[in-house]
Antibody
Framework: QVQLVQSGAEVKKPGASVKVSCKAS????????MHWVRQAPGQGLEWMGT????????SYAQKFQGRITMTRDTSTSTVYMDLSSLRSEDTAVYYC????????????WGQGTLVTVSS | QSVLTQPPSVSAAPGQKVTISCSGS????????VSWYQQLPGTAPKLLIY???KRPSGIPDRFSGSKSGTSATLGITGLQTGDEADYYC???????????FGGGTKLTVL
């Protein structure tokens, strides 16, 4: 069965960086794009960007350009999301989410990683 | 502000039917598939509807999706208390080259 298992919660100070991992299993890793989506406390879903695990190509939301880097390790079927220059507004649950074959819907989600930015 | 517009909340009695709207534009809903997600408290979202009106395996036919022009609708019949959750619509925006979501609708089953 498809599983996306993310790394644990993080607490960071303003200005620091955070790297969240997402290990995929149960399917062909390179066959599906992966989104990163975040959700601030009590708020809605926000798309951050997408990575193609096959070739490593990425597409980032304009809001995060310059602060975000998505990478992947095909040997461990893991994708990573690195967000730098953290501020309090970045406090959120971060999800990795597998993009379905229609390239629009998200058919599987990780369990989420809470990142708290606080001085 | 979200690119897609949903009502903040809807409510109905058990056994009744409810619809949740999702309004967008020609660059997103009108020309792309729409998805719907259910998020129970404290959990990750779950896919309910994909390709505008298709249900993944395991999703009951009480849930349905439709689209007309720049708006999409999620319908839920035979409401159960277990349906109380936040519901999100999502699609791709061709102008923004970005995945976009609605702001979410909280369903209360009275």
């Amino acid at each position: 069965q498809v599983q996306l298992v993310q790394s644990g919660a993080e607490v960071k100070k303003p200005g620091a960086s955070v790297k969240v991992s997402c290990k995929a299993s149960g399917y062909t890793f390179g066959g599906y794009f992966m989104h990163w989506v975040r959700q601030a406390p009590g708020q809605g879903l926000e798309w951050m960007g997408t990575i193609n695990p096959s070739g490593g190509g990425t597409s980032y939301a304009q809001k995060f350009q310059g602060r975000i880097t998505m990478t992947r390790d095909t040997s461990t079927s893991t994708v990573y999301m690195d967000l730098s220059s953290l501020r309090s507004e970045d406090t959120a649950v971060y999800y990795c989410a597998r993009v379905s074959n229609d390239y629009v819907s998200i058919d599987y989600w990780g369990q989420g990683t809470l990142v708290t930015v606080s001085s | 502000q979200s690119v897609l517009t949903q009502p903040p909340s809807v409510s109905a009695a058990p056994g009744q039917k409810v619809t949740i709207s999702c309004s967008g534009s020609s660059s997103n809903i009108e020309n792309n598939y729409v998805s719907w997600y259910q998020q129970l408290p404290g959990t990750a979202p779950k896919l309910l509807i994909y390709d505008t009106n298709k249900r993944p395996s395991g999703i009951p036919d009480r849930f349905s999706g439709s689209k007309s022009g720049t708006s999409a609708t999620l319908g839920i019949t035979g409401l159960q208390t277990g349906d109380e959750a936040d519901y999100y619509c999502g699609t791709w925006d061709s102008s923004l080259s970005a995945a976009v979501f609605g702001g979410g609708t909280k369903l209360t089953v009275l």
